[in-house]
């Protein structure tokens, strides 16, 4: 995606579950330490697993570049990435720069570690088109780029994107919503949504894949706020919405770190008739999940460990390796992570991926 806010330092594109996708995918060939000496990594998600790719191979320098860590998405995507390059001490050394929610001083940080020399770049950039140039560059140097998220405006600018799928995240909210309204023989919902930001392309397709599975079922979006992926933003989106719609029936937000606020103002206006789902797949909407004591029932992810197979992917690269179950030779030129729907009954299986908002 491209022309970023500052306010949306942690999102790009914005969960798939890598957890079952490019995650899953890398497990079988990109760690190398054995199954046993891996323990907890400070929360942070990695890729495990063995096979012949796994074994050391040459030292790999990896950069690495990222906006600020100022929200729990970022934060997260941050703090993975370490924890992969640590998994790959053997044959990786990490360079990574200070995050910065300025285009033009990632720009020169990237720039930095080009003339380094840095074997292999993992870039997710401030904002997509304005890094593209230097994404470019990288590639022109022979130095080839993981494309991480919020993609350049051109494949000449990266080696392989890696990031989730908005509308998929749409669809799969209105997905599980229109199961659970048809399970209660609710023939006529009343549904709700707490967007992001308007005129980003993101919550565009979000909202896009929300209402085309919605239609599919016999739906529609009822009562529809805007909110701008921050707490207190998603606190007066909702407490609008909720004022201007005495009855719910299904509410999604379209992400978990605004949702602290989107709870808080259903709290304070002691709704409870509805069924809520998240976006994205924060520990702390996820152990709600699981308690099974509140309104929100599920969260579709968008999962930071794609930041832990970007470096995995990086260190393929590096190596000249390809992804071990695949039958072709190279590293894919594009990876799109799922978008799991974590409800009470498989919420365990996707704590790995959590994240703090």
């Given at each position: 995606m491209t022309d970023l806010p500052s306010s949306l330092a942690r999102r790009g594109?914005?969960?798939?579950?890598?957890?079952?996708?490019?995650?899953?995918l890398l497990s079988a060939c990109t760690s190398n330490e054995p199954p046993a000496a891996q323990g907890t990594n400070g929360g942070a998600n990695v890729a495990q697993g063995g096979g012949q790719n796994s074994q050391p191979g040459k030292m790999v320098t990896i950069g690495f570049s990222a906006p600020a860590a100022d929200h729990g998405w970022i934060a997260a995507i941050t703090k993975n990435a370490k924890a992969q390059a640590d998994k790959f001490?053997?044959?990786v050394t990490l360079k990574a720069?200070?995050?910065?929610?300025?285009?033009?001083?990632?720009?020169?940080?990237?720039?930095?570690l080009i003339n380094q020399k840095v074997d292999v770049l993992v870039i997710l950039p401030m904002d997509g088109k304005q890094l593209t140039s230097v994404g470019?560059?990288?590639m022109d140097a022979g130095i080839p780029v993981i494309n991480l998220d919020r993609i350049f405006d051109t494949p000449l600018a990266y080696r392989t994107w890696i990031g989730g799928d908005n509308y998929r995240m749409g669809v799969n909210a209105g997905a599980y919503i229109a199961a659970e309204m048809k399970k209660k023989n609710i023939t006529n919902p009343v549904i709700g949504e707490i967007a992001g930001i308007d005129s980003l392309p993101l919550t565009q397709d979000r909202s896009r894949g929300f209402k085309d599975a919605l239609a599919k079922a016999g739906f529609r979006v009822g009562p529809r706020q805007a909110a701008e992926f921050t707490v207190e933003?998603?606190?007066?989106?909702?407490?609008n919405l909720l004022q201007a719609a005495p009855k719910l029936d299904a509410l999604w937000n379209h992400d978990d770190d605004q949702g602290i606020g989107v709870m808080a103002a259903i709290s304070a206006a002691n709704r409870k008739e509805f069924i809520m789902v998240g976006g994205a797949g924060s520990k702390n909407m996820i152990d709600k999940i699981k308690a099974d004591t509140d309104v929100i029932k599920?969260?579709?992810?968008?999962?930071?460990?794609?930041?832990?197979s970007a470096i995995a992917l990086a260190r393929l690269l590096g190596q000249a390796k390809g992804m071990g179950d695949l039958a072709e030779h190279e590293i894919p030129a594009s990876i799109t992570t799922y978008s799991a729907v974590v409800t009470k009954e498989n919420a365990d299986q996707y704590a790995d991926v959590a994240f703090d908002s």
């Open positions: 594109f914005l969960i798939g579950g890598a957890a079952v996708g490019a995650g899953a001490k053997a044959d720069t200070e995050g910065t929610n300025d285009s033009s001083q990632q720009i020169a940080q990237v720039e930095t470019q560059a990288a933003t998603g606190e007066r989106a909702t407490a599920a969260t579709v992810l968008y999962s930071p460990s794609m930041s832990s």
